[in-house]
């Protein structure tokens, strides 16, 4: 089973950008969509972007679509989160994960069997 290690986050302007990275080892990277989720105190786990096993599809929330982008190295191992125009409502520990899932693009959180520790991302007005 795959592990998962996250990297990145921190503290920004509203305005301002971030990078996550989430690093794998453990198993076949590329047999695993990996997507990205946050979540805020005291609220639920929220989808924010799924990219596939090849890279060739990506899939985004509503509310970071055309801000963030997910991108992956194949080669690297390494799936990362671009933030870009982040607002105090991108505020959460961002959780970066891992599915086996191929016939769709996995956007919830039971699709995906491993999770990486968090990171925290925070964003000031």
């Known amino acids: 089973q795959v592990q998962l290690v996250q990297s990145g986050g921190g503290s920004v302007q509203a305005g301002g950008s971030l990078r996550l990275s989430c690093a794998a080892s453990?198993?076949?990277?590329?047999?695993?969509?990996i997507g990205w989720f946050r979540q805020a105190a005291g609220k639920g786990r929220q989808f924010v972007a799924t990219?596939?096993?090849?890279?060739?599809?990506?899939h985004y929330a509503d509310s970071v679509k055309g801000r963030f982008i997910i991108s992956r190295d194949n080669a690297k191992n390494t799936v990362w989160l671009q933030m870009r125009d982040l607002q105090p409502q991108d505020t959460a520990v961002y959780y970066c994960?891992?599915?086996?899932?191929?016939?769709?693009?996995?956007?919830?959180?039971?699709?995906?069997?491993?999770w990486g520790p968090g990171t925290q991302v925070i964003v000031s007005s």
């Open positions: 453990g198993g076949t990277f590329d047999d695993y969509a």
């Open positions: 990219i596939t096993q090849s890279g060739g599809s990506q």
């Open positions: 994960a891992a599915s086996v899932l191929q016939s769709t693009v996995p956007t919830v959180g039971a699709d995906f069997r491993s």
